[in-house]
């Protein structure tokens, strides 16, 4: 019998190791620990073409360097039992970092056989590793395996034995480039060494100097072990180097050499060992486009042009859908109440539930059209772009280039919305620039905040239209800004992340996934909206409704309409009573008067409803803003959706006194009230846009973020707008704009 082969099998966790050892040596194995570790030391013998062969399974590890037991047991092993030959076994779908390790065993200079796992898996993935190319590029056969299935198995083991018979070749430690400043160093330190014979029983001499660069513990005390003066010598030379390097780059020699390592590797991968087969076209067409799409001057153009896109998709193209599902809903609306007795329940059921789930659901085509836009650029790459141009800009105030995104679908350009803005902040990663985004993104001007801008400034700036348009515009961002950067020295106070977006390549989206991530997250909306807001909506009508009129007010509502109906013939009062639209005159003038009736019952009911107690009760504050009861019913209801604003604003405005043949627009009415005069009207504006959001957007930011944020978004909010409407309207009394 010939003399047995000692063998080691080495390289990082998960390459493999364990798999190819079972294969290679099937049950014969023996598990122990490595003498004082409680590492697992596995060893087991098999024979390949009549020889013996045992086998030592090292621990996983990414490096040489004594960071970890698993780094140290492998190293000492290597030095001290010094096998035959390792195997350093290589995963070839993550090959640049594998052979990090793959370097320092080269560094080591021990006598060496890749076996290149897993290249059913690269395969897959596209990539393509030539394993005669980097066998002549390293010096060491490399074969190709999988260790799985076996294959390779024996020519791997052919090679191994091959290295390890051949006495001829003397396995010279690699030589890696570290760099002008510690190649010098090396030298000197590597003459130091060999001269004095300085742990050269152990290490090779370029080992040994690199390892106390890199501050290698168990090396540094061997080495006082071994020879103290020498030793001394050596790290004063070490520590010299160490803070020049510091104090000139601010880097310690370990980071360079580890730069160094990689780029070595890089070097060897890019001389044709590594090819991606479908991935390097795409990946150098994606260099190619970032060339254009984050040019400075052409980027920003871009990136406006393709955020419009989204926002024109979101928006404009939605309209449809939109519109189709409010005549559903509102269809719906009528046949339920045709098919339910008038009273509290049907009131109930259409003005609270229907027209509340209406609310929400109302927005689910449009949130799939904006999900779907977002799909679109994160899944071919360019939001990541967006990001990153951003960044600049956003940090500033404390935010991230990701932030981008939730402020224009809020309303940045004008005319967003903020639930699906909210929403859209799921693409930034640190919790707290999360949250400066999410509460300060309701600031902007939502689609609903817009009818009553254009009613205002319409009703008192007429002359500046545009101007006015623009200026808030521009003020809801300075607003958002200042206070995300408010928020994130105070509340949200914490490190900004660094921008660590990789900039992954240009990919062409599927629709399949496009469909998929839009509905994942529509879904989520519907589940998370809908669960709360069929309660909130009843709790708002019911403000709304009760207590309501005393049947007394309610019979001499009665009677006045018994009363105006007296002055009409019996046909023309079935004729009003029979259609909406009445067709003679008579019975149009019937229909005016009931209607001014049930106004005035209307606007009594809401004055003595909840809602209507609260405005009242409100106005002892609210009075220093300059707003009224009415407008604080507005304002309440605008807290269920900024849309009701103008419609509530016109109830409560609609007084039987106009004459209704050419009844005025709301617009006019406000000019003519003496409640409202520039400075009410420019401190509602401002309260509008920035007061508490809407119960939807704050059903939304507790679920995103918590109760406790959505509770302070509201009060927050609310105190800003209120101390900014007081100020304006306070400066606009003295100044005379009244
Ligand atoms: P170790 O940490 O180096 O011991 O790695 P293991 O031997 O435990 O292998 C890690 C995982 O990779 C296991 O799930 C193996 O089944 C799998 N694996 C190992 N080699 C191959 C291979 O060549 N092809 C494939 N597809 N999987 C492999
Ligand atoms: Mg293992």
């Not at 709790?539 to 001499?556: H, Q």
Request: net charge neutral; aromatic share 10%.
């Amino acid at each position: 019998m010939k003399d047995q082969i000692t063998m080691a099998l080495a390289g990082n966790p998960n390459a493999g190791k364990t798999t190819l050892f079972n294969q290679l040596t099937g049950a014969r194995q023996h598990v122990g620990n490595y003498p004082g570790i409680t590492v697992d030391h596995k060893e087991g013998r098999f024979s390949h073409t009549g020889r013996e062969i045992s086998l030592t399974d090292l621990p996983g590890t990414y490096s040489l360097t004594a960071y970890s037991v698993e780094e140290l047991v492998a190293r000492d092993y290597l030095v001290n039992a010094k096998p035959q030959v390792v195997i350093n076994i290589v995963d070839a779908s993550n090959l640049e970092r594998n052979l990090y390790l793959t370097c320092q065993f080269l560094e080591l200079g021990v006598p060496m056989v890749i076996a290149l796992n897993m290249i059913d898996v690269a395969k897959d993935r596209g990539i393509e590793v030539k394993a005669d190319r980097l066998a002549t590029l390293l010096g060491i056969p490399v074969v190709p395996i999988i260790a799985r299935t076996g294959l390779g198995k024996n020519r791997l083991i052919d090679e191994a034995i091959a290295v390890a018979s051949d006495s001829r070749r003397n396995w010279q430690p690699l030589d890696i480039s570290y760099g002008d400043d510690l190649d010098e160093t090396i030298m000197s330190l590597m003459t130091e060494i060999d001269q004095k014979g300085f742990l050269t029983d152990i290490y090779p001499s370029r080992f040994t100097a690199i390892k106390y660069l890199e501050n290698d513990d168990q090396i540094m005390a061997r080495g006082r072990t071994a020879k103290p003066a020498v030793a001394e010598t050596i790290e004063s030379l070490v520590s010299q180097v160490s803070g020049h390097l510091v104090k000139t780059m601010d880097v310690f020699p370990e980071a360079i050499i580890a730069d160094h390592r990689y780029g070595f590797i890089k070097s060897i991968i890019r001389q044709g060992v590594l090819t991606h087969k479908f991935d390097t076209d795409r990946l150098y067409a994606s260099d190619r486009i970032d060339k254009i799409v984050t040019n400075r001057l052409l980027g920003p153009i871009i990136m406006l042009t393709v955020l419009f896109g989204v926002y024109k998709l979101t928006f404009s193209w939605s309209e449809l859908p939109v519109s189709w599902l409010g005549s559903f809903i509102s269809w719906f609306g009528d046949v339920v109440s045709h098919n339910l007795p008038d009273g509290l329940f049907k009131s109930m059921i259409t003005s609270g539930i229907i027209h509340g789930a209406g609310g929400v659901l109302g927005f689910v085509p449009l949130i799939m059209f904006m999900f779907f836009g977002i799909a679109i650029l994160e899944d071919s790459g360019y939001l990541a772009r967006v990001a990153f141009m951003m960044d600049r800009i956003f940090r500033i105030f404390g935010l991230h280039g990701s932030s981008v995104m939730p402020f224009i679908i809020s309303g940045g350009i004008a005319g967003g919305c903020a639930v699906p803005g909210v929403l859209a902040t799921r693409t930034l990663r640190s919790p707290k620039e999360r949250l400066a985004t999410l509460l300060t993104v309701p600031f902007m001007n939502c689609g609903a905040k817009l009818p009553v801008l254009a009613l205002l400034i319409g009703a008192f700036f007429s002359e500046n239209k545009a101007r006015y348009m623009f200026f808030f515009t521009v003020l809801t961002w300075v607003v958002a800004l200042l206070s995300a950067k408010f928020f994130r020295s105070t509340v949200l106070r914490g490190e900004p992340t660094p921008f660590v977006m990789e900039l992954p390549p240009y990919r062409f989206p599927t629709l399949q996934g496009l469909l998929i991530h839009t509905w994942e997250r529509t879904w989520q909306y519907i589940k998370k909206a809908g669960s709360v807001i069929l309660g909130i909506s009843v709790l708002i009508w019911a403000m709304m409704t009760f207590p309501g009129l005393s049947p007394d007010r309610i019979a001499a509502f009665d009677q006045q309409r018994k009363a105006v109906k007296a002055g009409f013939p019996a046909d023309i009062i079935s004729e009003t009573e029979g259609k909406k639209t009445a067709g003679s005159e008579q019975a149009a003038r019937l229909a005016e008067q009931l209607s001014i009736i049930d106004g005035d019952q209307a606007e009594e009911a809401l004055r003595n409803s909840a809602a209507g107690r609260l405005g009242i009760a409100f106005e002892s504050v609210s009075r220093y803003a300059g707003f009224d009861w009415r407008t604080n019913i507005a304002l309440i209801g605008g807290f269920a959706a900024k849309e009701v604003i103008v419609s509530t604003l016109g109830t409560a405005y609609s007084m039987g006194k106009v004459d209704s043949k050419e009844s005025a627009s709301l617009g006019q009415r406000l000019r003519q009230d003496p409640h409202w005069n520039k400075g009410v009207a420019l401190a509602a504006l401002l309260f509008i846009m920035f007061y508490s959001p809407c119960f939807i957007t704050i059903i939304c930011i507790a679920r995103e973020a918590s109760w406790k944020w959505a509770f302070f978004s509201m009060v927050f909010n609310t105190v800003f707008a209120f101390v900014m409407a007081v100020g304006v309207y306070q400066i606009g009394r003295l100044s005379g704009l009244g």
